[in-house]
């Protein structure tokens, strides 16, 4: 399979971070090429520090075998991408929102058109927001005028999860980790992103 996926994130405490590697092995997996990066930390040290699991995922994150910061080669790079985030009031951190409103030199060169775009996402609570926040994530990619791909109720396995269609996700609760289900939803979404983003790459370079 000749394709690039970027799975682009944010991740606070680490529950993000879980399924995005999922994502990326599954899109890697399914034959692509594949890039995991986490977006820039914005929240002040001390924040940070009065959270024990924060700190904790921000140490390692910035250990040398961290995952590598994302940059906008990255997102020009890819056939698809993943834009993962946890829910902050029912919407996306603005740790990734900053990333993204950086993009406007990639958006205005119409480079990231026609790029396949999915999105994952982690809240404390069953209704705290993991719908609006991948659909608020998706928003952005309607202006790049990307083709957007849903999760859907395919893989069995997002039933037995949090049966969240939109995209996958994971009800932390106290800090729970993702369990065996999700990280195989997360893992089947890479796996379908790869093959999209790989029939309409190939159905783009038949017809230029
Ligand atoms: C400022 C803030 C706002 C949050 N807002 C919500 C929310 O609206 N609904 C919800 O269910 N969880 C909310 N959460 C909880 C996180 O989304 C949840 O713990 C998530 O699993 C963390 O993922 P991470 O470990 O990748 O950072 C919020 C957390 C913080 C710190």
Do not use: C
């Not at 092995?25 to 977006?39: H, I, K, P, S, Y």
């Not at 699991?53 to 590598?68: F, I, K, L």
């Not at 951190?93 to 058109?113: C, I, R, V």
């Amino acid at each position: 399979m000749n394709v690039r996926i970027a799975v682009i994130h944010y991740s606070a405490t680490g529950v993000v971070h879980q399924l995005a590697t999922s994502l990326a092995q599954g899109a890697a997996n399914a034959g692509a090429e594949v890039r995991l990066r986490r977006v820039a930390e914005l929240a002040p040290p001390e924040a940070i520090a009065a959270n024990s699991r924060w700190q904790a995922h921000r140490d390692r994150e910035n250990a040398p075998d961290g995952t590598p910061l994302a940059t906008l080669d990255d997102l020009a790079w890819a056939d698809g991408i993943a834009l993962g985030s946890p829910t902050r009031f029912g919407g996306p951190a603005a740790q990734l929102k900053n990333f993204l409103d950086q993009t406007g030199s990639l958006w205005f060169k119409g480079l990231l058109a026609g790029k396949v775009v999915t999105a994952f996402t982690s809240a404390s609570t069953a209704h705290g927001g993991l719908e609006s926040t991948v659909l608020a994530m998706l928003n952005v990619a309607y202006h790049w005028g990307s083709i957007i791909m849903p999760l859907g109720y395919g893989p069995p396995v997002v039933s037995k999860s949090t049966g969240n269609p939109y995209g996958a996700s994971w009800v932390s609760r106290k800090g729970s980790l993702p369990d065996d289900d999700a990280l195989a939803a997360a893992n089947a979404q890479g796996a379908r992103l790869a093959e999209v983003a790989a029939a309409l790459s190939a159905a783009q370079r038949t017809t230029s």
